[in-house]
């Protein structure tokens, strides 16, 4: 099986430029996450998905960040414009079952913003 | 604001010797307590996973919960090297997502 795919690994641009992540959860899983992660600190969540819903974004900077989840499988996280402070892994994890915290997390998209 | 407290350490412990990592959390809703691996560079791992109160064995690691007390520990029995890594403690409360705390950076020379 499969597990959570992220892409880009690395992505190197310089502030006010925008930036995308995508994430393709393990076949099956509903609830699909995005946490962002500063060296030296836990992952902290951005946005948490139940198929195509967003059910939690509270902690999303809209005025820059937006996700969307399209058909309730791949979703996508967009940064614009990006600052300084946005360098940090952006990472995605998924899981089977609702009320779980049993996550499965990507590999993590590495952000320097220059 | 619910918090997850962890002594970020780092831990160093000789090869074959036990490793105690703990970790409390402020909200008593908590429902599930978790540990993930994660290694330098690396996305974290799910290794234990604790929901009621007492212990919990798999291999070498042991997992305790304490609701009275709002603490959670991991027990690492014959620490190898390869047990190097940060070890974040991680809180599920139903109708929310996973909390994690900064991690406690673990250390087993040989």
């Known amino acids: 099986e499969a597990g959570v795919v992220q892409s880009p690994r690395y992505k190197i641009i310089e502030k006010k430029q925008p930036v995308a992540f995508w994430c393709n959860p393990i076949?099956?899983?509903?609830?699909l996450y995005w946490y962002l992660q500063n060296l030296g600190q836990g992952p902290e969540l951005l946005i948490r998905?139940?198929?195509?819903?967003?059910?939690?974004d509270s902690q999303l900077p809209k005025d820059r960040f937006s996700a969307e989840r399209l058909k309730g499988v791949d979703s996508t996280l967009k940064i614009q414009p990006a600052e300084l402070g946005d360098s940090a892994v952006y990472l995605c994890?998924?899981?089977?079952?609702?009320?779980?915290?049993?996550?499965?997390f990507g590999e993590g998209s590495r952000l320097t913003v220059l | 604001q619910k918090e997850v407290e962890q002594n970020s350490g780092p831990l160093s412990v000789p090869e074959g010797a036990i490793a105690s990592l703990n970790c409390t959390y402020s909200?008593?809703?908590?429902?599930?307590f978790f540990w993930y691996r994660q290694y330098s560079g690396k996305s974290p791992e799910l290794i234990m996973s604790?929901?009621?109160?007492g212990d919990k064995e798999d291999g070498r690691f042991t997992a305790q919960l304490n609701k009275a007390s709002q603490y959670v520990s991991l027990l690492i029995r014959d620490s190898q090297p390869s047990d190097s890594a940060t070890y974040l403690c991680?809180?599920?409360?139903?109708?929310?997502?996973?909390?994690f705390g900064k991690g406690t950076t673990l250390s087993v020379s040989s």
């Open positions: 994890a998924s899981s089977s079952v609702l009320g779980t915290g049993e996550l499965f």
């Open positions: 076949s099956g899983h509903n609830t």
């Open positions: 998905y139940e198929n195509e819903e967003a059910v939690d």
């Open positions: 909200d008593r809703g908590s429902q599930s």
């Open positions: 604790i929901y009621s109160n």
């Open positions: 991680a809180v599920f409360q139903a109708g929310t997502a996973l909390i």
